[in-house]
């Protein structure tokens, strides 16, 4: 059973900064894409940035600049580092890996972890 534990989300002001962490454990014998999608109150959720095992990476456009994904492949780990965070990015968000486990090529899911902009 892979299970993801993410950590990073609170609250914080509009400019400030936050960093998200989010840990595979389990049996795992490769990884492939890691990601960060993110879920607003009334909207659909979304791609926030996603990194390949090669390190190859994408982001919305709403966040290009400010947002950085990276991961520790030794330690099955994927960050997202915020900055100039914005009302904009409060948002649930939820991490998500593309790995073959016991039970095959599979999608998990973290239990998702909160991030509030405001004032």
């Known amino acids: 059973q892979v299970q993801l534990v993410e950590s990073g989300g609170g609250l914080v002001q509009p400019g400030g900064s936050l960093r998200l962490s989010c840990a595979a454990s389990?049996?795992?014998?490769?990884?492939?894409?890691m990601g960060w999608y993110r879920q607003a109150p009334g909207k659909e959720r979304e791609l926030v940035a996603a990194?390949?095992?090669?390190?190859?990476?994408n982001y919305a456009d709403s966040v290009k600049g400010r947002f950085t994904i990276s991961r520790d492949n030794a330690k099955n780990t994927v960050y997202l580092q915020m900055n100039s965070l914005q009302a904009e990015d409060t948002a649930v968000y939820y991490c998500n890996i593309d790995a073959i486990g016991m039970q095959g090529r599979r999608s998990f899911w973290g239990q998702g972890t909160q991030v509030t902009v405001s004032s």
């Open positions: 389990g049996i795992i014998f490769s990884i492939n894409a």
């Open positions: 990194i390949m095992s090669r390190g190859s990476s």
